[in-house]
Nanobody
Framework: QVQLVESGGGLVQPGGSLRLSCAAS????????IGWFRQAPGKEREGVSC????????YYADSVKGRFTISSGNAKNTVYLEMNSLKPEDSAVYYC???????????????????????WGQGTQVTVSS
């Protein structure tokens, strides 16, 4: 059974940092990439970052380039999303998800299709506010 569990969300002041974790289990080698998404109230879910499972290829949305970093976690099958210079507009529920399709991108920007992702975590809330 595939499971994705996000953690690390919380309340942070503008300009601050958070590190989100996604612990994945039960998935086969057919799953080629893992993505991070976010959804703010009243808005559509949007892709934030994606990495192939070997971490050889990584992509970011334009809105987070230079501020967010996706990386391999210390534990097996764990993925981090390091978020720096956080802004109030980064506030959202953040999700990780698995796909067999790889990371969809244009140029060097992450442009995912949500229906490419087969499994999703339950999400973790990030609130950026003073």
């Amino acid at each position: 059974q595939v499971q994705l569990v996000e953690s690390g969300g919380g309340l942070v002041q503008p300009g601050g940092s958070l590190r989100l974790s996604c612990a994945a289990s039960g998935f086969s080698s057919e799953y080629y990439a893992i993505g991070w998404f976010r959804q703010a109230p009243g808005k559509e879910r949007e892709g934030v970052s994606c990495s192939t499972t070997d971490f050889a290829n990584k992509y970011y949305a334009d809105s987070v380039k230079g501020r967010f970093t996706i990386s391999s976690g210390n534990a097996k099958n764990t993925v981090y999303l390091e978020m720096n210079s956080l802004k109030p507009e980064d506030s959202a529920v953040y999700y990780c998800a698995l796909t067999k399709q790889g990371c969809t991108y244009f140029g060097d920007t992450y442009y995912p299709f949500l229906n490419e992702y087969d499994y999703w975590g339950q999400g973790t809330q990030v609130t950026v506010s003073s």
